[in-house]
């Protein structure tokens, strides 16, 4: 009975793995084109996108070396790693220890293999865009580390799945806090919308999309695949946390409304994303610490309610 | 955190003042100064509950007409009249504000942890906390907005501060006094929307960093 149980967790993991993501990334458009008056692409869009780019022939910069290839496919087995290891859905089967430190460190690791891929080509526009991530990622690394931590700090644990394990919702304004905080730097972390437009495709703004502009086919589609994960595992977490908020939803609840729950939570959040990617303007470049700014306060409040929730 | 109800509003005023830091638009800001103040009426409401108080009961009724009401009104109004939407700001940029707010927040919460409360008081320290950290969030945005009206938005969160203080750590003051400060801040909102209507008839701005240049053509 167990290992039937743990068979089916572990079905429903992977399987998550290969569909979620790109239901995920085209739930976004479809809300942003709704909210344009346009009808959209279906919502699994993005998958046959994905098969129509594996089929497709490659092309390869002369001056790319074998790094430009190995950072892609890299990338997406850190992405899939950390997808099994981390507690973005729920529920899932026991998949071992994940540290948050490495859990976002990793993410600086994909980041960084990415930046190498983009500089390889002899692209101009791809060391541009990398010198823009490196500046987005260490000024948002604080925000992302300390909306993390301040769960970790309450649970005693810095193991994630500990961490995501604790459904008492006792300390429901951290969660709301932290869950917001993480949500926001996502978005910086990702290159979305107030810091930059991932639909446009104007090569002196561009953060993301200018760094895979030489990769091409199958190359393209192991990239899209491996950022479609990282779209979903943060905006995952964020939703967990959110989940974690409500009083009783998820204490003692059976496998299946923890499956309903997480995967309406993660689609509520992506709507959510798409709705204010529609809403807001791309900021310019110099307000981007200001918006990086206030991911960090919130992170700041969660923090100090965390080391509060400590003392009282 | 299971929160008493009593500290849920406190704690609440407290975020507000340091979002009211982070926006820079006059609009937003006089909405959350509304919000705030019926953060302030609820915990006089609660505390009345408690104490079973009628006197706070009639504080809590003046405070709602007033503060939630009256006061965004007319700045609604000056806003209208001046035509003026987003404060720039100065030295300090708005979020660099909002963490200096934060940080702000953190040292009242050890100052309040320092204050002498009797046991078993619930609202003692979250009181404390909210009130001084609404002194120096009032104080920051008095200090680093160049448009009139956000100073005096400032100066009444600092009043805001100063009335959670007394109401948490004494209770409430005795009615006739409460009302008097009432209608002091109503006659300095007043004024001091007067003054800014005076200054932008006068300099067609009411940015206050600018007063001391020279006009040619009076």
Redesign the interface.
């Known amino acids: 009975m167990v290992n039937i149980q743990n068979a089916l967790l572990w079905g429903y993991l992977l399987v998550s793995i290969v569909i979620v993501p790109g239901i995920i990334t085209g739930l976004i458009r479809k809300v942003k084109a709704r909210l344009q008056n346009r009808i959209g692409a279906p919502v699994w869009q993005p998958l046959l996108d994905l098969i129509k780019l594996f089929r497709k022939e490659e092309t390869l910069s002369e001056t790319a070396s074998w790094l430009f290839r190995f950072s892609s496919a890299l990338n997406l087995s850190i992405a899939v790693y950390l997808a099994i290891t981390s507690p973005w859905i729920s529920p899932r089967p026991d998949t071992g220890a994940c540290d948050l430190f490495l859990f976002l460190y990793l993410f600086a690791a994909m980041r960084l293999f990415t930046m190498l891929g983009a500089m390889d080509t002899g692209s101009p526009f791809g060391p541009f865009a990398a010198s823009r991530e490196a500046t987005l990622s260490f000024m948002v690394e604080p925000a992302a580390i300390l909306s993390l931590a301040s769960l970790a700090l309450v649970a005693r644990s810095s193991d994630l799945t500990v961490v995501f394990s604790n459904y008492t919702s ?5 969660w709301v806090l932290s869950g917001s905080a993480f949500l926001l730097a996502s978005l910086v972390e990702l290159s979305r919308m107030p810091i930059d437009d991932p639909t446009t495709h104007l090569e002196l703004t561009m953060v993301h999309e200018a760094m895979i502009l030489e990769a091409s086919g199958k190359n393209l589609a192991l990239v899209e695949f491996a950022n479609a994960l990282k779209l979903s595992i943060l905006f995952g977490i964020s939703a967990q946390c959110f989940l974690h908020a409500i009083p009783g939803l998820m204490v003692n609840a059976s496998p299946t409304i923890h499956g309903i729950a997480g995967l309406t939570g993660l689609s509520l959040v992506a709507g959510s994303v798409g709705i204010f990617e529609s809403l807001s303007v791309k900021l310019n470049w110099r307000a981007a ?3 990086i ?2 991911s ?2 919130v992170a ?2 969660a923090t ?2 965390a080391l ?2 400590d ?2 | 955190m299971n929160l008493p109800l009593a500290q849920i509003p406190l704690l609440l005023i407290a975020l507000v003042a340091i979002l009211m830091v982070g926006s820079t638009h006059l609009r937003l800001n006089i909405w959350l100064f509304s919000a705030q103040a019926l953060l302030v009426t609820m915990a006089t409401a609660l505390s009345a509950v408690q104490h079973s108080d009628s006197h706070l009961y009639i504080i809590a009724a003046l405070l709602f007409v007033l503060k939630v009401l009256a006061v965004p009104k007319f700045f609604m109004y000056i806003i209208e009249k001046v035509e003026v939407q987003r404060d720039t700001g100065t030295v300090v940029r708005a979020p660099v504000a909002m963490l200096l707010s934060i940080a702000f927040l953190w040292l009242s919460y050890i100052l309040a942890r320092q204050l002498p409360v009797p046991s078993g008081d619930t609202i003692g320290w979250p009181g404390a906390t909210a009130a001084i950290s609404l002194l120096c969030t009032g104080l920051l945005l008095m200090l680093t907005r160049r448009i009139a009206l956000s100073q005096i938005i400032g100066f009444l969160v600092m009043e805001n501060g100063i009335y959670i203080f007394g109401l948490t750590q004494t209770n409430g003051m005795p009615m006739f006094i409460e009302m008097g400060i009432l209608l002091d801040v109503l006659a300095g909102v007043m004024l001091a929307g007067l003054i800014a209507f005076r200054i932008k008839k006068n300099f067609e701005h009411i940015d206050v960093t600018m007063l001391t240049e020279l006009k040619e053509n009076l």
């Open positions: 006792q300390h429901w304004a951290l610490p200001e918006f700014a206030y960090l306060a700041l409040i100090l309610a509060g929730a003392f009282v």
